[in-house]
């Protein structure tokens, strides 16, 4: 028994009425990778300057024992440091002892 | 003129990390929808393929001058075999590791069409792991990241990928995508 009603095409599945359409940015490729470029490049440049400016982090957990010792020459006049000649993994690479 | 290359050595990681988080997140980016708002798949597919060009160069200038730098007493050996170092073994051997992954991602990418593309895929899966061990090696070892900017910067981009790493690990076992 056929009905009467005739066959519809098949609605197409990326253009039905109830799906949500994907929208995309409009950045083309080359857009992106210079993005990519200059993101990576600004991050060198501001990273470097913060080096520059904070040489001597004393609490940081890998620093080379020169560093150290300018640091505590610096703060410690009046006492002779001794670097370490092996960086060390301890906050101050540093050993401090007061002339008698 | 030691610092120098100590300075260098510092924001040459960082940037290496920044290109490698730009890297996993433009790979990741197509299949999760994570960068849908810049562009389109075809282009974010295009930046993924050109991201060595700029995580090579600064992966590069890291190491170089690592070497350089007297202070930090980094040896050729150092670079490629981890956990050989007088200090710092964990910190620096994780960076060691992760450069040696990165080795290998590229060049198995190099050499696609000799792969099968289920070998292949499996061999691109260890940059997951290579950013990992990257990740652990700034945070152990990074000097700058005694810095509340940079250490919030560094931790919000790892958990990020972290975030869309899982949705992609969720989308690729969900049982309605197996076919039977």
Not at chain 1, 6 to 28: C, D, E, F, H, Y
Not at chain 2, 66 to 86: E, N
Not at chain 2, 159 to 169: D, K, S, T
């Amino acid at each position: 028994m056929k009905a009467n009603s005739p066959t519809l095409p098949p609605i197409p599945a990326r253009t039905g009425p109830g799906r949500p359409k994907k929208r995309s940015g409009p950045v083309p490729a080359w857009g992106l990778k210079l993005g990519g470029l200059l993101t990576t490049f600004g991050v060198f440049v501001s990273s470097f300057g913060y080096a520059n400016a904070h040489l001597y982090v004393t609490n940081a957990p890998l620093q080379p024992a020169t560093v150290a010792a300018v640091a505590t020459t610096d703060t410690t006049a009046a006492t002779t440091s001794t670097a370490t000649a092996v960086p060390s993994t301890a906050q101050p690479a540093v050993t401090v002892t007061k002339k008698s | 003129m030691d610092l120098f290359f100590w300075e260098i050595a510092r924001a040459s990681g960082l940037a290496a990390y920044a290109a490698l988080c730009i890297s996993v997140l433009s790979g990741l980016a197509p299949r999760t929808q994570a960068l849908s708002f810049l562009a389109n798949n075809r282009a974010v597919r295009a930046l993924h393929d050109w991201t060595p060009w700029i995580v090579i160069p600064a992966a590069l200038v890291h190491v170089v001058a690592l070497l350089l730098d007297a202070t930090a007493r980094i040896g050729i050996l150092d670079v490629f075999v981890p956990f050989l170092t007088s200090y710092g073994q964990l910190a620096i051997g994780l960076g060691t590791i992760s450069l040696d992954l990165l080795i290998i991602v590229l060049v198995t990418t190099w050499m696609r069409r000799r792969f099968s593309n289920n070998a292949w895929q499996w061999w691109h899966r260890v940059s997951y792991l290579g950013f990992v061990t990257m990740f652990l090696h700034a945070m152990l070892s990074g000097t700058d990241l005694t810095s509340p900017v940079i250490s919030v910067l560094s931790w919000a981009s790892g958990i990020g990928i972290a975030y869309y790493a899982l949705e992609r690990l969720g989308k690729a076992l969900n049982p309605s995508r197996i076919r039977a």
